[in-house]
């Protein structure tokens, strides 16, 4: 069908630096629909998000495991 999402078709996650103006990275998401904003979080944060979801992420492969 026309409207079947193909990888082949999609555009790459594109990169900005969190110090740029907000408007050029509303229209970006806007237009790419997902972006990577470099520098948007330090890596104290990264670091403690990624230690607070690897749990649930850890049950989930197990869930999934469990299932096959």
Do not use: F
């Amino acid at each position: 069908p026309a409207n079947t999402l193909s990888l082949h078709n999609a555009l790459p996650i594109c990169t900005i630096d969190a110090s740029a103006p907000l408007d050029n990275i509303y229209a970006l998401l806007a237009l790419r629909g997902a972006i990577v904003i470099k520098g948007a979080m330090s890596k104290e944060d990264t670091l403690q998000m990624r230690a607070e979801i690897e749990p649930h992420i850890a049950a989930r492969a197990a869930l999934d495991k469990k299932s096959t």
